[in-house]
Every structure is written in C-alpha cells, then in structure tokens.
C-alpha cells in the first residue's frame, strides 16, 4: 500500500478492542491459549496479541464498526491499524506468527500436545496445540515469501533445496567492498540472482532473515532476547521494522533495491528542523517487513525525494552519517543499527535486566507506543575509518583518540509497545534519544 508522504497514523482503539475481545473468546474456547499467554509474558515479556498472524472467527460481530474492511479475497483487513487479518468461517482458529513450526514442536514438546501440519521446508505450514475439550484450534504458523492472503503452490523438493541454496547464498554475502559502486552492484547482481530462482518475495524473506541473524551476531541484547524467545521456539517473529542507517549517497539506492524486492514507500519521518536526519518507512505487504532507513538530512531536504534522488555529499556529518562513517553502511559491513519488536514494555525492560540487559530511558511513553533502546553495544572501529574522517576534518582529534580507545556504539535491541492498533512512529521525541546514540555525545540513559 502506497501511502503519501505526509501520511498520519492516529490510534484505532474500536479496532484494538475488538481483537482485545476475540482473544478473550479464544481462551474460553482453548483451554491452552491462557497457558500459553502466560508463558510468553514469563518467559519473553510479550504480549500473545503481538504474536497473531490471521484469526479465522465463526462469530465476527461488529467488525465492521470496528474499521475493519471485507476484502475480494474474502479477508478482513484495518487498513488504519496495526491488526491481524481477520476472516469469517465457522471454525474458529487463531494462529501466532513464528520463525519455525518444527522449533516450535520441539521446544514445547513437554508442555503441549503439537500437530505439525506441512511438509518440511514447506513455504507456509503450522502446528496446532491439542486440547481435547476444545470448540476452536490455536497454534502457530510460519511462512516464507508468503502469507495467508498470498499463499503460493507446493513446491517440488528440487524447488526447496534452491530456497536452501539461496538463504545460505544470502546470508553468506560478501559485505566489505572496496568502494560502495562495487557494494552496490555485487548486492544487485545478488538479490536479483536469489529472485529469478525463488521469486520476490521468497527471496525478501530470506534476505531478511539473514539479515537479523548478522545484526545478532554483533549485539548481545539481541543474542540474550533471542535465547529468551526460543525457549518457546518462536524465533523473531514479534519484529515489528527494521532500522538502517545510510551515508547521503546512499540512501536513494538502497531504496531502489528495496522496491525491487517488492517494498513501498509509505510515510517520510523526519525529526525537525534541528535534528539533522530524517528517514524513509517503507514496507513491503507480502513478508510484513518494514525498514526505517535514516539519513543525514537538511531541513529543505525533506520536501524533496530524497528516496530517489541522490543526495549530494556534505562537509559535514550528523548523527547518521557519523555511524556509517565509522562502522560503514548499515546495509554492507555495519549491519543494521536496531530491530525493534513488540513487547510487554515493562515485563521485557525488568527482565532483560535481570540477565544484564540495561535499558536506556525511554523515547516514547505515549498511552498507544512505549519505545526505548537497550544500552548501545560498543564496537571496535576500524583505524583506517579513523584516519579517513580525521583527514577530511570531519572529527576531531580528540574525537579519533577516543574512538581509538574506546570504540564507538554500533547497535541496540529496540523495545516497542504498541496500544490501539497504532502503527505510526514518534515524531517529535526521538531526536534527543539518537542524540544520545551520536558516538560524540553518547551517554547512556537509564
């Protein structure tokens, strides 16, 4: 869905408590969905409702009012809301969005009764949690390339070995370049390769998937809350966008890969005047992927295209452009800055600290979206970086020394609440908290 750029998003609190309702009429119809609830917030500190990926419901009385919308397909969708899918039949199922249905089987194996239903390595399947006095099915379900409303054909095992093929291709890419011309093309040349083998959507799914798994790898909040999710084997299916930082010269064409693997620009984000960056949410519908992709802006810049059409350089750099200057772009070596997920604000804050995991202070403490960073994970930086932005005057002495020394923050875990179905960003909060994540200001705020 395409959306202008000065789109708004406003809470849709008719449309959250009609989800609010169904959800208590699931756990009087399946005796586990409780039990599980409970789980999730013990053991994850999220909510079972940011888990939901479609409700099929026998009884869907004041959906309508609600601001749901009955679409050809036959599906319910609130195209104002931040909702699952909702669909009329008289076998009432809900099913939580995960990484891994089998994962899932096993790791809940000791508590539940789980059918997996599906081949492996199939593109869409689920599994359901038995409840032998139960009046409706509950379980999860976990799909690549795909979604309820776009399913896709059975695919042949040939077919299967070359999604394997190509998410191993994928996440294996080559990431240091020795300019961002050859970055470019090589990561062109790439995606465009994984598309004509699996197709576009399959091969955003995967590329997506690997790039979590690279961010993780060099962020401790995010290997800890992963471990913590996978001990109900869920895996990240709770994310809610992924963040990216860009040089100037960049951004225009990594939005350009973005829309060839099937995103849309939705709304511009931008700060204010004073804050220096803005950003691009863009979304791609199928895979339910959602990038941030923040870059060093002037004020008259964002009334421009800033998406597509290239930014010139500048002699000198903001928050954004400092980070990729010193760790390199987000989309290459750097990695993305932060993934944010849905959570239970103060369940997931409270125990991730428990396993050394401090918080800043939050950005965001509105009624509808709660929203705080975990404290920065520090990364050694390259000396040749160094050199390279002390000799163009764009850092200090000073500043080089102890980025030398000292390293400099390279990504953070984001913890998000979601309330009223509420899909926008902050707009006017944040600019002090990625002042705070600036490596020449950085303090970490509790």
């Known amino acids: ?45 999220t909510r079972i409702a940011d888990w939901i990926d479609h409700l099929i419901v026998s009884d869907a009385t004041g959906i309508t009012e609600a601001g749901y919308v009955l679409q050809a397909d036959g ?9 699952p899918p909702v669909k009329v039949d008289s076998n009432d199922r809900m099913l939580l969005r995960i990484d891994s249905v089998s994962k899932f089987a096993v790791m809940n194996a000791h508590r539940f009764d789980v059918r997996v239903e599906g081949e492996p390595l199939d593109p869409m399947r689920c599994a359901l949690v038995a409840d032998t006095a139960s009046r409706a099915e509950f379980g999860v379900i976990e799909h690549r390339g795909c979604n309820v409303r776009v399913p896709v054909a059975a695919m042949s095992d040939s077919e299967k070995v070359t999604i394997q093929k190509v998410r191993e ?11 961002l011309d050859l970055a470019f093309e090589y990561t062109e040349s790439l995606l465009k390769s994984a598309m004509n083998q699996v197709g576009r959507d399959m ?42 930082r860009s040089s100037r010269v960049s951004v225009s064409r990594w939005i350009g890969l973005l829309e060839m693997l099937g995103f849309q620009c939705r709304e511009r984000f931008y700060a204010g005047r004073e804050a220096g960056w ?38 000198e750099l903001g928050t954004i452009g400092l980070w990729c200057g010193l760790h390199g ?37 509105f009624p509808f979206l709660r929203q705080c960073f975990t404290e920065g994970e520090r990364w050694a930086v390259c000396p040749q970086k160094i050199q390279t932005l002390l000799a163009a005057g764009l850092i200090t002495p000073e500043q080089a020394e102890r980025f030398r020394t000292e390293g400099a923050v390279g990504s953070h875990l984001e913890i998000l609440e979601r309330n009223d179905g509420y899909r926008g960003f902050n707009q006017t909060g944040i600019n002090d908290i990625i002042r705070k994540t600036d490596p020449r200001f950085l303090t970490n705020s509790h």
């Open 329 to 365: 772009e987000a989309l290459f070596e750097a990695g993305m800055h932060h993934l944010e997920c849905q959570f239970d604000f103060d369940g997931a804050r409270s125990q991730l600290e428990t396993h050394g995991v401090k918080s800043m202070k939050p950005f965001t403490d």
């Open 75 to 83: 599906w319910h969708i609130h195209p104002a809301a931040l909702l």
């Open 278 to 315: 803005g950003a691009q949410v863009i979304e791609q519908p199928v895979c339910g992927v959602v990038i941030f992709a923040d870059v060093d802006l002037s004020p008259e810049e964002i009334t421009g295209d800033f998406s597509h059409e290239r930014l010139s350089p500048r002699n």
């Open 169 to 179: 291709q994928l996440r294996l890419r080559k990431r240091s370049f020795e300019s």
């Open 1 to 45: 869905m395409n959306q202008p750029a000065d789109q708004t998003w406003e809470p849709q609190p008719a449309g959250a408590a009609w989800i609010a309702g169904q959800v208590q009429r699931f756990r009087t119809l399946h005796a586990e969905v409780a039990t599980f609830e409970k789980l999730l917030r013990e053991h994850t500190g």
């Open 203 to 244: 091969a955003c799914d995967l590329f997506f998937e690997g790039e979590r798994a690279y961010w993780q790898g060099r962020n401790k909040a995010a290997r800890v809350q992963l471990m913590r999710q996978e001990s109900l084997g869920l895996g990240w299916g709770n994310h809610d966008h992924h963040t990216y």
